[in-house]
C-alpha cells in the first residue's frame, strides 16, 4: 500500500458511489463488428486509458483518438483481455453485426484463443457455437441483449429508425393506421406508447396479462396471441417484437396485401419470412435501427458496457 510522507496510508481515489476507481492502463479492449455506435464506444473506451483496438464496423475520416484501427479481427482480439461485440447478435452462420465489414466476422475458437486469460467477451447475446468456443477456452460471456435499463435508454432511437422504415415504406399515414404491436417487452412496450401518440388504432398481442393490462392502461386494444390470426384482416402494419416464431403462415396469409411486416426482435426473429415472401408481403427485418443515434446509442451502451468491465478489474484486484 502507498503512504504519504507521514506514514499513512494514502487516500485511494472513489467513485462517487464510494467505489474504488479503476486503473485502465494496461488494460486491452477489442471493438470487434458494429456500426458506428461501435465508434463511440470504442472512442469512450479509449478515453479510460486503455488500449482499444478495433475492426469491422465503419472507421471514421480521421480515425478515433486512441483507437487503433486493426488489419482484421483476428488482429483485434489477439492479446486482449475484453471483447466487445455487437448488441444486434449474430446471424444463423454465426457470423457478428458488422454490414459494412469487408467479409463475414465469424469468431471461431482459434481467433479467440489468442485473447489474454481469462478473458472477456460482452456482447447482445451468443449462440450456440461461441457459447461452446468460450466454454472449452474458460473465456466469460456477458449478455446484456435483454438488460431492461439498456433496452429502455436505446429504445427511443430504435423507434425513431422503425418510423423511419414504416414512412419509407407506405403509403399511407402512421395517423388512423390499424397497428399491432406484437409483444411487450421493453422495446413493444414503447413502440405501442408511441404509435397511441401518434394517433395510429394500436393494438398489442402479448401472452403476458398484466402487459396487456399496461398497455390497455395506455390507450391500446389488448389481444392474446392467439387471437392474431383474427385480427390480421383489418390491419395495416404488423410489428414484431418477440425472438422467437409469433408471426406465422396463419396470420400472414390473412393480412391485406398493403400490410407491412416489421421484425424488431433479435434471430430468429418473430417472423416466417419465407412465408411473407411467398405471398408477396412488404417485410423488414429491421435489425440495428439504433444506428439512428449512433452517438446517443453508442453512449448509453457503454454505459452498461463500462461497470460491468470495472466489476471484473476490481474483483481481480
Known amino acids: 500500500m502507498k503512504h504519504g510522507s507521514g506514514g499513512a496510508p494514502a487516500a485511494q481515489a472513489t467513485t462517487a458511489e464510494g467505489l474504488a476507481e479503476v486503473d485502465w492502463k494496461g488494460c486491452v479492449v477489442a471493438v470487434v463488428g458494429g456500426d458506428r455506435r461501435e465508434q463511440e464506444i470504442a472512442r469512450l473506451a479509449a478515453a479510460t486509458g486503455a488500449t482499444v483496438r478495433a475492426f469491422g464496423f465503419p472507421w471514421p475520416e480521421g480515425g478515433i483518438e486512441g483507437v487503433v484501427h486493426a488489419a482484421s479481427a483476428a488482429e483485434a482480439l489477439a492479446g486482449a483481455r475484453f471483447a466487445l461485440f455487437p448488441i444486434p447478435g449474430i446471424s444463423p452462420g454465426g457470423a457478428l453485426f458488422a454490414p459494412s465489414a469487408p467479409a463475414p466476422i465469424v469468431p471461431d475458437r482459434a481467433m479467440l484463443a489468442a485473447m489474454a486469460m481469462p478473458a472477456h467477451i460482452i456482447l447482445g447475446w451468443a449462440d450456440a457455437n461461441l457459447k461452446g468456443h468460450c466454454e472449452a477456452l474458460g473465456i466469460t460471456l456477458h449478455e446484456y441483449e435483454w438488460d431492461q435499463d439498456l433496452m429502455l435508454l436505446r429504445g427511443p432511437a430504435i423507434i425513431e429508425g422503425l418510423l423511419k422504415v414504416v414512412i419509407e415504406n407506405t403509403s399511407i399515414t402512421i395517423h388512423k393506421a390499424n397497428v399491432a404491436v406484437v409483444g411487450q417487452g421493453s422495446i413493444g412496450f414503447l413502440l405501442a406508447r408511441y404509435m397511441v401518440a401518434l394517433g395510429a388504432v ?103 458496457i463500462r461497470p460491468r468491465i470495472e466489476r471484473i478489474l476490481r474483483e481481480r484486484t
Open 202 to 304: 394500436t393494438h398489442v398481442a402479448a401472452r403476458n396479462p398484466v402487459q396487456r393490462a399496461a398497455a390497455y392502461a395506455a390507450g391500446a386494444q389488448v389481444h392474446r396471441l392467439e387471437e392474431l390470426p383474427a385480427l390480421a384482416p383489418g390491419l395495416d402494419m404488423v410489428f414484431s417484437t418477440v425472438p422467437s416464431r409469433v408471426v406465422g403462415r396463419d396470420v400472414l396469409e390473412r393480412l391485406p396485401k398493403h400490410a407491412l411486416v416489421a421484425d424488431l426482435a433479435a434471430p430468429p426473429g418473430g417472423v416466417d419470412f419465407d412465408a411473407a415472401r411467398e405471398l408477396g408481403l412488404k417485410t423488414v427485418w429491421a435489425r440495428g435501427l439504433g444506428s439512428r443515434a449512433p452517438v446517443t446509442v453508442g453512449a448509453s451502451q457503454w454505459s452498461g
